[in-house]
Nanobody, 127 residues
Framework: QVQLVESGGGLVQYGGSLRLSCVGS????????IAWFRQAAGNEREAVSC????????HYADFVKGRFTISRDTPENTVYLEMSALKPEDTADYYC????????????????????WGQGTRATVSS
């Protein structure tokens, strides 16, 4: 049974940092791309970052470049999202998602392009 479990969310002040974790079971990350999406209240779910399954290349949405870093620990089947210089507009529920092999060629993709999802972890940034 494929499962993704996120953790690491919490409350942090403006300019602070959080590290989110996504642990997978039932499959191995070295053949799957793992992405982070987020959804703020009243907004659609949007892609934040993605890491390719085969070569580990990282991709980012423009609004997080230079502030967020995605990485993976393949033996632990875990992907991390290091978030720094956080802003109140980063407040959202953060979800990890998996798709076969690599991130979409043209960008991070939409929600329908990912096959498995976690339940999410909430990050709140106070001003």
């Amino acid at each position: 049974q494929v499962q993704l479990v996120e953790s690491g969310g919490g409350l942090v002040q403006y300019g602070g940092s959080l590290r989110l974790s996504c642990v997978g079971s039932g499959f191995t990350f070295d053949n799957w791309a793992i992405a982070w999406f987020r959804q703020a209240a009243g907004n659609e779910r949007e892609a934040v970052s993605c890491i390719d399954g085969r070569n580990g290349n990282a991709h980012y949405a423009d609004f997080v470049k230079g502030r967020f870093t995605i990485s993976r620990d393949t033996p632990e089947n875990t992907v991390y999202l290091e978030m720094s210089a956080l802003k109140p507009e980063d407040t959202a529920d953060y979800y990890c998602a998996a798709r076969w092999l690599n991130c979409p060629d043209y960008g991070l993709g939409s929600t329908r392009e990912y096959d498995y999802w976690g339940q999410g972890t909430r990050a709140t940034v106070s001003s």
